[in-house]
């Protein structure tokens, strides 16, 4: 057998890492929805989450030990669906060749950065945990104790003692906030 | 009753009847459990709320790779293990310490026929042409990037 082929095969033969990956398909669809701004029952749509999961299926072999698969997947949706976006964008100048060069830049999608772009740009880790740094303490610990610990709500809001619907404020209105400081820019710098 | 394993309703709904913040937030980040029934049907149904729940789970994600990103670590030298081998030797080389003066004079000669002999051979391979000079330049070229992968170049960097 080649070389080549044997990660693909190993993939295929953990049932239940296939079984996690196909079972994040409605949040892949969402994503999905969210970066090409279409409706979920779209056949872009679709088609984007169906070539999510076999991404994410075929390259199981590099998510690492411990890594999140939910982050992961997602992060490969956003690429497929932004993948999607850029060759339709290129069919769409092929087409209107013949057109007014100012009809390109109307039908240009609106390149402005949306939170998680944002997020993504920042001055990596430093920036991101100064912003951080800034929320009350509370939600700081309800943060790490999610994406960095990997507790679910329920296990977070037991260890604070706190009722459940204040974790899941905590967490929404924290990465809100974060996502908001960091686009305020300089302010970080 | 009321049940303390799923969120309120106040916090699910916003004023429209649509999925607030909060409960869009929680689906985004895999927490469904805690959700009611309902908003759990209306997510299969609202398109809004789908790519609200979309634009979260995007958030969500980035967040979980910036926050959990490892810092780069340079692999350094092990040292303990390398002070406890000196020690070891240190320790081993004490009965030498009588004929020390012996052992000296025998290793200057060593050494200095060595490094004699070492630079024989360095010229002798240089006087056979550009073949074999560039081959042992190779040797160290790739003993070097060997060094340099295992040791200098950050974990993450491999992996």
């Known amino acids: ?189 | 009753m009321i049940r303390r394993d799923v969120l309120d309703k106040e916090i699910v709904w916003d004023q429209e009847g649509h999925l607030s913040e909060v409960a869009k937030s929680a689906l985004a980040d895999g927490q469904d459990a805690i959700l009611p029934p309902d908003a759990l049907a209306h997510f299969s149904r609202c398109h809004a709320c789908v790519e609200g729940v979309g634009k979260a789970a995007l958030l969500s994600a980035q967040f979980s790779a910036a926050l959990v990103a490892a810092p780069r670590v340079e692999r350094s030298l092990p040292w303990i293990p390398i002070g406890a081998a000196l020690a070891v030797a240190a320790v081993s080389a004490i009965p030498m310490f009588a004929v020390a003066r012996f052992w000296l004079s025998v290793s200057s000669v060593f050494f200095a026929r060595g490094v004699r002999i070492a630079g024989h051979g360095l010229l002798t391979v240089a006087a056979n042409g550009l073949a074999p000079t560039f081959y042992l330049a190779s040797t160290l070229v790739l003993l070097a990037m060997g060094f340099a992968i295992a040791r200098l170049v950050p974990r993450t960097a491999v992996q």
């Open chain 1, 1 to 189: 057998m080649p070389l080549v082929c044997m990660p693909v095969f190993a993939a295929f033969s953990e049932a239940p890492a296939s079984d996690e990956t196909v079972a994040l398909r409605g949040i892949v669809r969402a994503v999905a929805a969210a970066v090409l701004r279409l409706r979920p029952d779209h056949p872009d749509v679709e088609d984007c989450a169906s070539e999510t999961i076999r991404r994410a299926i075929e390259g199981d072999w590099r998510l690492r030990e411990g890594q999140p698969r939910r982050p992961w997947v997602i992060g490969i949706a956003r690429h497929v669906a932004l993948d999607m976006l850029r060759a339709k964008k290129r069919t769409r100048l092929g087409e209107s060749s013949d057109e007014d060069a100012s009809s390109w830049v109307e039908r240009v999608p609106d390149s402005s950065p949306g939170p998680h772009e944002l997020l993504e740009r920042a001055e990596g880790r430093a920036a991101l945990e100064r912003a951080v740094a800034e929320l009350p303490t509370p939600m700081q610990a309800a943060l790490k104790k999610f994406h960095v610990e990997g507790k679910s709500y329920q296990t977070i809001s037991e260890e604070m003692k706190v009722p459940l619907g204040t974790v899941a404020t905590w967490v929404t209105r924290g990465r809100k906030s974060v996502a908001e400081r960091l686009r305020a820019g300089g302010k970080y710098e």
